[in-house]
């Protein structure tokens, strides 16, 4: 057990690696933009442009990451290598003539979708360039998340990790080429440059693998319909969460200039805290619990779901803490330069606070929605989707009113939360006890550890009112950080536990 340990162990720290070069050059590349371009009408499009990109492309991203990498594990556990392979060089080229119709489609229907953002005619005609140029991306995406998924499913975190860093780099080069004077339609040729350097790199990275590509496109091969019955639910519950940041952005459109690209940033944020510890922990996890599935280990899913559960939230529960009390001091560390300024921090960082809370309950939620999506069942996500989505919607529609984009921010929290809750009461209904209680006591530990966490952080904020915006931040977050960690070694908490043993370990090698 301990030999097949190390190997995870070192992967898992090549993997996280990797992943926080690629977050910190995504750290770079949101602070460029804010620096060169600032919030405003361009930004606003820009983001604008990139949700229908994303949007369109839900049905390949969705099938690739949720469906396919079980779906592969299992033909491979099954039939073979040689089997497997065809079934995804279907896979592949079914997506790609998806993906290369809804290009065609949205570049006649985009003056309508549009329109029904709530943008007037003057600053639809500005979105149109910006918009073409971005579906030029959908194609490319298609070679990305189909080859990011083939080496997830066979275990190769390092590859499917790193094209993040190529992707950052080529997106600042260009930025920089273009200027303030490329607007809208500087950066979307940017995040086009951007995608066709990850594909590059991840074609050298697939070439090491046994790989070999045979175009197929069977829309009615006996397996591609046996995964449309776990994809449908699937993708509409991604839909749903989709028509959520739709709506969250119209009312942003609505809420006043600035304010669509201030949730943007705000996301940004999350997305760099949670890509340091989600990203790596729950794509491993998903690959090793599909693996178990395949073979019908529930208990061994289960140990795998705790144990990344305990790790996401020892790691992200401080952060949280720390970047509550700091929102103000990072929005203004990472943004505020150039053409963002002090009124664009202000919004931003309304927007971060508020989004903060939902990053915890995220983190289990992804764990938990791969978990079913392990067991084949995408419907039980779909049905705690659609509840989750409705409330979001309607306290999105309220909140605003009186918080502004804080509002957003609080009501993705709730719903988060809400249809984490009600994933997890659903999976124990489905398959029995989910060996929670020594898990739970470890999280009310971690409930514990927060409270000096908080409290140091903001006595160091306050001590530190009249020095330099860094040197607050860095020294509340490092007091608080260490507070939280003296009183997780002090309550025993689990993951502390573990980490001072393995580095005993290590100390006496």
């Known amino acids: 057990m301990e030999n097949k340990a190390q190997p995870i162990a070192k992967m898992a720290t090549l993997v996280t690696a990797v992943i926080i070069v690629s977050r910190l050059l995504g750290f770079a590349r949101e602070t460029l933009i804010a620096n060169i371009f600032g919030v405003g009408l361009m930004t606003d499009i820009y983001i604008i442009a990139t949700r229908i990109v994303v949007t369109a492309g839900l049905v390949v991203s969705v099938y690739m990451a949720k469906t396919f990498v079980p779906s592969y594990i299992h033909y491979r556990e099954m ?3 040689k089997k497997a392979l065809h079934i995804a060089n279907n896979a592949l080229g079914v997506a ?8 065609l489609i949205l570049m006649f229907m985009s003056p309508l979708i549009l329109a029904t953002m709530g943008l007037d005619e003057q600053h639809a005609d500005l979105a149109r360039v910006p918009v073409m140029i971005m579906l030029f991306k959908l194609p490319l995406l298609t070679f990305v998340e189909f080859f990011t998924a083939y080496l997830t499913a066979r275990k190769s975190f390092v590859g499917a990790n790193f094209i993040g860093i190529p992707l950052s780099i080529v997106f600042m080069a260009v930025c ?4 303030a004077q490329g607007g809208a339609t500087g950066l979307s040729i940017a995040s086009v440059a951007s995608i066709m350097a990850q594909l590059i790199v991840i074609f050298i990275w697939v070439s090491r693998t046994e790989y070999q590509f045979n175009f197929s496109a069977h829309f009615n091969l006996p397996e591609m319909r046996r995964d449309m019955q776990i ?7 991604s839909v749903l969460l989709n028509i959520n940041v739709w709506v969250d952005t119209t009312i942003a459109v609505r809420l006043g200039e600035g304010s669509v690209t201030a949730i943007g940033f705000a996301d940004r944020l999350l997305g760099l805290m949670g890509g340091l510890v989600i990203v790596p922990l729950s794509g491993m996890a998903y690959s090793y619990m599909s ?5 019908n280990a529930i208990n061994k899913m289960l140990q795998i779901l705790w144990q990344s559960s305990r790790v996401m939230l020892f790691l992200i529960l401080p952060m949280v803490a720390i970047s509550i009390i700091f929102s103000a001091e990072i929005v203004e560390i990472v943004f505020q330069r150039g053409r963002f ?9 309304l927007a971060f606070m508020w989004y903060l809370p939902a990053l915890p309950s995220f983190a289990i939620h992804t764990l938990v929605i791969r978990f ?8 039980t996500p779909l049905y705690c989707g659609i509840v989750a989505v409705s409330v979001g919607v309607l306290l999105s529609l309220g909140l605003s009113g009186y918080m502004g984009v804080g509002g957003l921010g609080l009501a993705s929290s709730i719903s988060t939360g809400l249809s984490t809750i009600l994933l997890l009461i659903l999976l124990r209904r489905k398959i029995g006890s989910l060996g929670f209680r020594k898990t739970a006591v470890d999280f009310i530990k971690m409930g514990f550890c927060i409270i000096p966490c908080l409290l140091t952080a903001f006595a160091i904020q306050h001590l530190l009112s009249d020095a330099h915006v860094i040197l607050r931040f860095a020294g509340g977050a490092v007091a608080g950080g260490i507070a939280y960690l003296l009183m997780a070694a002090l309550l025993r908490e689990m ?3 573990d980490a001072i043993r393995v580095t005993r370990g290590y100390l006496r090698i």
């Open 231 to 237: 994809f449908a639910p699937a993708l509409l519950s």
């Open 79 to 81: 039939h073979g290598d």
């Open 291 to 295: 693996g178990y599935a395949a073979k």
């Open 372 to 379: 079913y999506y392990g067991i084949h069942d995408t419907k």
């Open 495 to 497: 993951v502390m536990v």
């Open 176 to 179: 920089f080429i273009i200027g």
């Open 96 to 103: 790609l003539i998806i993906n290369t119709c809804l290009m």
């Open 341 to 349: 300024t002090p009124e664009a921090g202000d919004l931003t960082s």
